[in-house]
């Protein structure tokens, strides 16, 4: 079974290590790790990814920016994108969605909701 | 709930640089429990009383420099117990009536205190792993900041005497 490639896009160091620590219970995934929009970006593009976690507020690039940049990659058009955030107000949530997130988490968070999320998104 | 206590703990221990202490409870409060708007006090044991040194949501002037037993920050230090407010409805910020205190302790010795005066605005309240982080971060965050200072310090000191032997070989 080929490995699925996560990337986790988060600038928090406690943030990221928590994620990756839930996405290696669920199964064999190769996990990258990008500290910003712009690190995300470069990461996408020199693999392909099948599924994108970001965080929101980030230096340099936040999220929602790269959030929009990589859907108007054609090869990322249908790449499931998790947003965790910590901005809770529906408004966020309907924006990052508008702009083709598939998933809106807000902090704090437990594992299991990223769990759940991910095995939703990619169907198993 | 174990892997938010597994993480704070690790990432507590992982450095013994004092800042990059601070910044991980920081991060703690804010993507772990929830806070919006909290800060850190460090006891001065010279003159007792409990300094600002590190915040987020608001700017590290508007912390209270507060002395030990003053208010319910002095209080909450002197008696090492954790303080939440009786009701969170309708609390406006009063820097020196948190929301919540954690005094940080190493057994019974409380270096320091997390106050918390808002949190984000779809945490609506406490729960049962935010008490277990916040008896995590009392004691391991203690411990780290402890250990931290303490290792500044003595390369502060290696860095003096170092000078010294440097010169006097010259």
Known sequence: MTALK??????????????????????????????????GLKKLNAEKFDLILTDINMPIMDGLKLVSMVRNDPNYSNVPIVIITTEGAAEDRDRALALGANAYITKPIQTTQILDTVRSLLKF | MLANLYIASFQ??????????????LEININLIGAEEFGILLLDEKTNRLEPVACEGLELGQLPSVGVGQGIIGEAVKSGENYFIAT????????????????????EHVIGV?????????????????????????????????????????????????????LLTK
Do not use: W
Request: aromatic share 8%.
């Open chain 1, 6 to 39: 996560v990337l986790v896009v988060e600038d928090s160091p406690t943030m990221r290590q928590l994620i990756v620590f839930a996405l290696k219970r669920i199964r064999n995934f190769q996990i990258v790790e990008a500290n910003d929009g712009v690190d």
């Open chain 2, 12 to 25: 507590l221990h992982s450095t013994l640089d004092f800042k990059e202490v601070l910044q991980i409870i």
């Open chain 2, 88 to 107: 969170m409805d309708g609390y406006q910020r009063d820097v020196l009536a948190p929301m919540v205190c954690v005094p940080l302790k190493i057994k």
């Open chain 2, 114 to 166: 997390i106050v918390i005066y808002k949190l984000l605005v779809q945490k609506e309240q406490f729960t049962s792993v935010d008490h277990e982080l916040f008896s995590l971060l009392a004691g391991h965050a203690a411990t780290a900041i402890f250990s931290s200072r303490l290792y500044s310090e003595s390369e502060r000191k290696l860095s003096t005497i170092q000078g010294f032997i440097d």
